[in-house]
């Protein structure tokens, strides 16, 4: 898989007969380890976050889906179980701008079945789902702490499937930071007949915010939310979580503070498909003014990043469309294309990025009209074909004007009323471009 072909099956990315067996040889064998794999990557994720002192570390399951493959080995089930394929847990580092750093974790599983008739005791001793969250707080070590002047503060942003009390106490023992959108409506420890989202709705709005809700599809032509703004009334406080009361593990375990932001939308627009927005966060970050809070909910709207970079994976790196025959193997690939996914991820945001405009003289260009960031991360030959393409020169071709040109060539129209171009069109148009930057390859032109 290279970043020239980022959407092709190994057949097509690779050059030859040769290649495409090196490419089965190397996915297939039992001693290439996934993480290895990642590793070089990890290791200048984490070196480019020391350049912040707060980073995000945004973490969610995808299911990839390999019920069209009934002879795959390894697969667990998926939803209701008619579907097989695997679980990956994914933690990315963000800025608090909202860049993508790089892929700091990745893990795969097959859902475990549970035993028949399980005790909640025998529940509780295995690993269960429900850890994963914990597992990905554990794997940072002593990375993140921003203790003693050190950078970064490493703050984990999950969504509901992450308000689990060995998260929370994770994060704790970790000396790392949490915001978490909550899932249960628990009973307050200061007040233990005033649920959660009953005791919050009592305090007073701090002020109103308009945000911004980001698209979500579950799949190509399958839009399960539109982009928007929405007016929130925001609302904050302080409260303490019990640990849970029939849960052994956490027997005699100490409450944990938390600082709570809730962000309502109180008058969200008319039809069937609009989800009213509710986030009630939790945050181990200190909250003391609606400044603060809206800090919370900006920091948490990046959340959906990790989102995208799933699309990228599925329907720009075609990641569920590859053939291999075991479990293990397709996590090697899984391995590899969210390293490509990144880079993709990067270079789109690199293409839209804008600055506030300086009227002072030679006040240096938006990255994205910059032609010198664009050699970063382009190769020289598709410059070189998306310049010609653009009517342009080679050494004058921006960020923006490269991105356009690829997502033009794919059939995105440019015009005023289009939105960002979708992932399967700029593989499109990044195929087709690849083809003649290969014609001109074999050539030898230079």
Known sequence: ????????????????????????????????????????????????????????????????????????????????GRQQGLQQVSTLA???????IGVLRQQWYARPEAPPNES??????????SDVWKDAINAQGDWGTGEQGAHPRCINVFDRGGDCYSALTACRDQRKGFL?????????????AVRLWDHMATKP????????????????KR???????????VRFASVKIEPPVNDPRFKDAPAITAQVVY?????????????????MLLTSEPVESDKDALRMIEWYSHRWLIEEFHRVEKEGCRLEDAQLDHADDIKRLAAVTAVVAVRMLQLRDL????????????????PADDPAALRAFAPKTFIRVVAALSKVKPETLTPRKFWEGIAKRGGWLGRKSDGRPGWKTVWLGWHDVQLIALGLDLGGSS
């Open 1 to 80: 898989m290279k970043m020239e072909s980022p959407g092709h099956s190994i057949p097509k990315a690779a050059a030859d007969w040769a290649d495409v067996m090196g490419a089965y040889r190397f996915l297939s064998n039992p001693d290439v380890d996934p993480q290895d794999i990642q590793a070089p990557h990890r290791e200048l994720t984490r070196a480019a976050c020391a350049n912040h002192q707060v980073v995000l570390a945004v973490t969610d399951i995808t299911e990839l889906n390999y019920t069209s493959h009934p002879s795959t080995v390894g697969l667990g089930r998926l939803g209701n």
């Open 94 to 100: 963000v800025s608090t701008e909202g860049g993508i």
């Open 120 to 129: 909640r005791a025998q529940r509780h001793g295995r690993w269960c789902e």
């Open 180 to 192: 978490i959108r909550a899932n249960h409506d628990r009973s307050l420890t200061d007040e233990p």
């Open 205 to 220: 709005v701090a002020c109103v915010k308009s945000v911004k809700v980001s698209a979500h599809r579950s799949g190509p």
């Open 223 to 233: 839009d399960l939310r539109t982009q928007r703004e929405a007016a929130v009334s």
């Open 263 to 279: 962000a309502r939308e109180d008058a969200p627009p008319a039809g069937d498909e609009v989800v009213p927005i509710d986030w």
């Open 351 to 366: 293409a839209e990025t804008v600055v506030a405009p300086s009227s002072a003289k030679g006040a240096a260009a938006a």
